[in-house]
């Protein structure tokens, strides 16, 4: 996209209104937000009827600041009703997943019946090795229906489960198995990553020799790899579950029966291990998947890129799409596993309806060029989202018009682990949107920006974002530690949860996320945004990615320095000192002088965690010439090294 194009339409504020023919089969309707801001307990007591109670409740909200209980009297069981209640409406024969693995010409078709009996010899084999309810059970696993399998057999026996990204150290197993004194492990022998067998047992291995209270590991086979065994621990998948019953009688919970743990890291503090409970956390999910995602149970083939190792996956690739009965896609691979075509010709092969994936993804595959989306049929897609840090407008406008070619809404949606499900977000069908705006609030969710000293702002004003209200799915805690949980999330602004996110209104009161407070600087006095910086970068033709950091500097207090990675156009230019220099006016154009990048180091990748994030924290230890932190959640640990050898043989752009 041209980059006077992009100005063009960020300047006239360019909105995109849903059209007449999407609005009138839209699941969101005018009215909806009056119909929720008018009563919100009412609204969510509502949306509970989603769900299939075996205890209706008749209590909605209690509510003693900071702990929520939602709808505590009623009482159901979580696989129930992901999978037990659709094959008993008739539904069985529906197509819950298409996997797709790694490589080419692997796949599995599993319908809602085949789900259902799965997990029910994956319940009966659990309690044969004697998992029984409030057990925490530890999960390290690839993306395979295994997984969702366990997941959902886990929680149909009340035990929680605490999924381990599969891309995580040994360490990192071990101190989240601890933390939450799990008896039991599931994990895989291995996975695959560009057609190459990865090994996952040896890290289970080595992070158990710390853990003395784990009883059995379930092990999944999926390579052909040599696997070490202790004997009477490990049991093999596919000998303890395949000869189970595909019969299991499901017991009822209490609706705040604790539902699983997530751990959400920390730069120096221990990992946090967030905690969400069953009927609260269910009903939010299932709703927002609906009204978002304008998910259509007949007719959708919904494909949410991300690992089940982390919030999306658990919230809207198991939870919230399977209380709504879609068929999914879910795909093992890497976006270039088997080529740079490798979605687009899943797209156009599954008839995938809805994509929703994450702005760094994005950015990656608009950096290998348009010629890739138009070289398959995208026309089955008629909904696109984006998740996990403020997407910049030209990566949107390019989703746009190279993904949906102009004839899909974009979703761009903010929310948290700690929230457990969307809390802002455009919906489909009534939305104004616009290129990188949130835009509003959700039905039933209540947020506002404030100052420093918790003053609600107004329109074109900018702060930290708080939800003044609960809401359902929000987290219980931090799994025994409820001091921490306070000081956390709720000190900084009594009475609301501090996001830990910035925002701002635009002169219609529209939001937009900026990231994570702690990602803005304080250059001369000048407060700046991380964020806005990177998309003034990324607006840039030539530009294919960037991350932004603070560094100290004698005479400014910080300083910008910007990690930038050129379209593939533009790698091959030898000017590099003039690309710099063009890039450094761009930003002091298009924000102000003050921004303007100390120092900006073109690299040919960023450091990014498994899961797609740029791992930014490095990236400031990098700037300040420091000695690197744990690298081991990155997909190529040897990029933190390149970087830190390009920022000694560039020169500093000093003004």
Known sequence: ???????????????????????????????????????????????????????????????????????????????????????????????????????????????????????????????????????????????????????LAIVRLGAMHSVVFGGFSADALASRILDSDCHFVITADGAFRRGTASPLKPAVDEALKSCPNVQAVLVVRRTEGEVDWVPGRDHWWHEVVQRQSVQHRPESFPAEQPLFLMYTSGTTAKPKGIFHTTAGYLTQVATTYFYVFDAKPDSDVCWTAADIGWITGHSYIVYGPLINGVTQVMYEGLPDSDGKDRWWRIIEEYGVTMLYTAPTTIRTLMKWGDEYPQSRDLSSLRLLGSVGEPINPEAWMWYREQVGRNNCPIVDTWWQTETGALMISPLPGISVTKPGAGMRALPGIQVAIVDNEGRHLGKGEGGYLTITHPWPSMTRGIYGDPERFFETYWSRFPGSYFAGDGAKYDSDGDIWLLGRVDDVM??????????????????????????????????????????????????????????????????????????????????????????????????????????????????????????????????????
Not at 31 to 48: C, K, M, T, V
Not at 65 to 89: E, I, Q
């Open 522 to 655: 304080n250059v001369s006095g000048h407060r700046l945004s991380t964020t806005e910086i990177e998309h003034a970068l990324v607006g840039h033709h030539a530009v294919a990615e960037a991350a932004v950091v603070g560094a100290s500097d004698d005479l400014t207090g910080q300083a910008v320095v910007a990690f930038v990675t050129l379209k593939a156009h533009s790698e091959t230019s030898d000017d590099h000192a003039a690309i710099i220099e063009q890039l450094r006016i761009h930003v002091a154009t298009q924000i102000s002088p003050i921004a303007r990048p100390r120092q900006i180091i073109l690299t040919p990748e960023l450091p990014k965690t498994r899961s797609g994030k740029i791992m930014r924290r490095l990236l400031r230890d990098v700037a300040e010439h420091r000695s690197l932190g744990d690298v081991t959640t990155l997909t190529d640990p040897t990029v933190v090294a390149m970087i830190a050898g390009l920022m000694e043989i560039h020169a500093s752009s000093d003004d």
């Open 1 to 151: 996209m041209a980059e006077a194009k992009l100005e063009a339409w960020l300047e006239e504020n360019r909105r995109y209104a849903p059209s007449p023919d999407f609005s009138a089969r839209a699941n969101a309707q005018p009215g909806i937000y009056e119909l929720a801001d008018a009563d919100p307990e009412g609204w969510w007591r509502q949306q509970a009827e989603r769900l299939t109670w075996d205890q209706t409740p008749t209590k909605i909200l209690e509510w003693d600041a900071p702990f929520a209980r939602w709808f505590s009297d009623g009482t159901l069981n979580a696989s129930v009703n992901c999978v037990d209640r659709h094959v008993a409406a008739g539904r069985g024969d529906q197509v819950a997943f298409h996997w797709i693995a790694d490589a080419v010409g692997e796949t599995r078709t599993i319908t809602y019946a085949q789900l259902l009996e799965m997990v029910a010899q994956a319940a009966n084999a659990l309690q044969e090795l004697g998992v029984r309810a409030g057990d925490r059970v530890a999960m390290y696993m690839p993306m395979i229906p295994e997984a969702v399998v366990a997941m």
